[in-house]
């Protein structure tokens, strides 16, 4: 079973389009799309660590 980290999930939002705000107790992610609307999503620091399969789907909704 293929294995995620959080530096993955990172490269996803940066391909994605979206923008890096903050990094305080978690990072803080955004981006915005052409209607105007907002999209946010927050991650933990833990940069090597691994993500099942089944969260990272999850985040990526």
Do not use: C
């Amino acid at each position: 079973m293929a294995s995620f980290t959080y530096d993955d999930f990172r490269t996803v939002l940066k391909r994605t389009g979206f923008e890096k705000l903050r990094s305080e107790k978690h990072e803080t992610w955004r981006k915005i799309l052409p209607n105007g609307s907002i999209l946010r999503v927050r991650i933990s620091h833990q940069h090597k660590r691994d993500i099942p399969k089944w969260l990272f789907r999850e985040m990526l909704r």
